[in-house]
């Protein structure tokens, strides 16, 4: 069955330490992978897909297909990167997304 | 810049009561969406719909249904809400294409007394 796990609901880091959220994927597809984050009074808001292999605020995320993992990673956390970040995978041949469970992350002055 | 827009912010309702949730999007996307955000669960696709009037099931549409008549408009409907319904309400909306960004409402917290 597809799933996608976030094994932390929260994580804390102080400010300039580095940061990585977890997520691991099962599926029999090719996955097509992304980061989605919420911070406080805003919308849910895509940060970053592994298909565009891009950085963004810093952040960066590799799919390793063999660890079926997609981990979200940045080297100095910020303050502002405090927020609930959602891994989600998308079904090939299909419009739906599994969404993990969430990690929320705060960073500590 | 993708605006999906929804009817309430906040909405108290009574056990019994038919609650319908109203979005709309302004970018001709074809898909929407609608989750249901908890604690702990995260996100969870109640339904979705892929054009006018076609609408498919997602992981817990029991005691949900939807309507679209329009293509920018994407109702969530609780026929007889209960208290287990009690959470906030995301849309979302997308362009046809698989694996592109969902774009997402301020959501609706709904409380059911």
């Known amino acids: 069955a597809q799933r996608v796990t976030q094994p932390e609901k929260l994580l804390s880091v102080f400010k300039g330490a580095p940061v990585e959220l977890k997520c691991n994927y099962s599926y029999s597809g090719s996955p097509e992978l992304f980061w989605y984050v919420q911070y406080s009074r805003q919308r849910l808001q895509l940060l970053l897909r592994h298909i565009s292999r891009e950085s963004i605020k810093g952040f960066t995320a590799d799919l390793n297909k063999g660890e079926t993992s997609f981990h979200l990673k940045k080297p100095f956390a910020q303050e502002e990167d405090s927020a609930m970040y959602y891994c989600a995978l998308a079904l090939s041949g299909t419009y739906k997304y599994i969404f993990g469970t969430g990690t929320r992350l705060k960073v500590l002055a | 810049d993708v605006k999906v827009t929804q009817s309430s912010r906040y909405l108290v309702k009574r056990t019994g009561e038919k609650v319908f949730l109203e979005c709309v999007q302004d970018m001709d996307h074809e898909n929407m969406f609608w989750y249901r955000q908890d604690p702990g669960l995260g996100l969870r696709l109640i339904y979705f719909?892929?054009?006018?009037?076609?609408?498919e099931k997602g992981d817990i549409p029991e005691g949900y249904s939807v309507s679209r008549e329009k293509k920018e408009r994407f109702s969530l409907i609780l026929e007889s809400a209960s208290t287990n319904q009690t959470s906030m309400y995301l849309c979302a909306s997308s362009p046809p294409r698989g694996w592109v960004e969902q774009f997402f409402g301020p959501g609706t917290r709904l409380t059911v007394l």
């Open positions: 719909s892929y054009d006018v009037k076609m609408k």
